[in-house]
Structure formats: structure tokens, C-alpha cells
């Protein structure tokens, strides 16, 4: 039996949480995306961050709706060490449930409801 190689999607620039969602919704299951690397806790902390605040924003809103989307079930989440304070962070798309109650944008419009 072969193995099968896992490929890491790398964005050449910094994500959305838009970009991020419109990923989750087409990915198919073992798909892997690479959506921040360095050091979130700290990229999104104004104290130690070096992004201007507009990005830093984003930033954060992408690390809370990758979390978001594990929490759901729809992807996992996963650190690479690539050196010293420096993580790739990766999202593996997870098998979509075969019936879905709601789909993905009833859940971000109900969500951004409540807010």
C-alpha cells in the first residue's frame, strides 16, 4: 500500500479570515493549509507584536476563526516548529459531516448576528 504525500499550502501573503473560511468551505479532507507562521499568542499581543494594528486586527480574527473552525469539526489544528519563536500554523481539513444542518455561511452569518 503507498503513501500518500501531504501537501502544505502556503499563502504568500498574510490571510483573511474571509480567505480562511473560503478554504474550510472547499477543502477536501487531508487538504492542509498553512494560515500564519511566527508566533500568534505573540504576533497578536500589541506589546510584542510588530504589525501595524489594521494587520495585527486581522491576524486575530483568523487565529479566532481557525479555532472556531476546529471547534465545529471541520479542520484540525496543527503547529509546526520551524525555529527558535517561529511555528508554521497549519489547518487540515477534516470529512464534512454527510448531512449538514446548516451550512457553513448560515453559521458565520449567525454568528456575526449575535455580535
Not at 35 to 56: E, S, V
Request: aromatic share 10%.
Amino acid at each position: 500500500m503507498g503513501t500518500t504525500p501531504f501537501i502544505t499550502v502556503r499563502a504568500r501573503r498574510p490571510l483573511t479570515e474571509t480567505e480562511f473560511c473560503a478554504w474550510v468551505a472547499q477543502a477536501v479532507p487531508g487538504d492542509r493549509l498553512e494560515y500564519h507562521r511566527g508566533f500568534l499568542a505573540l504576533d497578536i499581543f500589541p506589546m510584542f507584536a510588530r504589525l501595524p494594528d489594521q494587520q495585527r486586527a486581522e491576524l486575530a480574527r483568523l487565529g479566532s476563526r481557525a479555532f472556531w473552525a476546529a471547534e465545529q469539526g471541520l479542520v484540525h489544528l496543527v503547529q509546526e516548529r520551524s525555529g527558535p519563536d517561529q511555528f508554521a500554523y497549519i489547518a487540515i481539513a477534516r470529512p464534512k459531516p454527510k448531512a449538514a444542518a446548516v451550512s457553513l455561511s448560515a453559521l458565520l452569518l449567525a454568528e456575526q448576528e449575535v455580535a
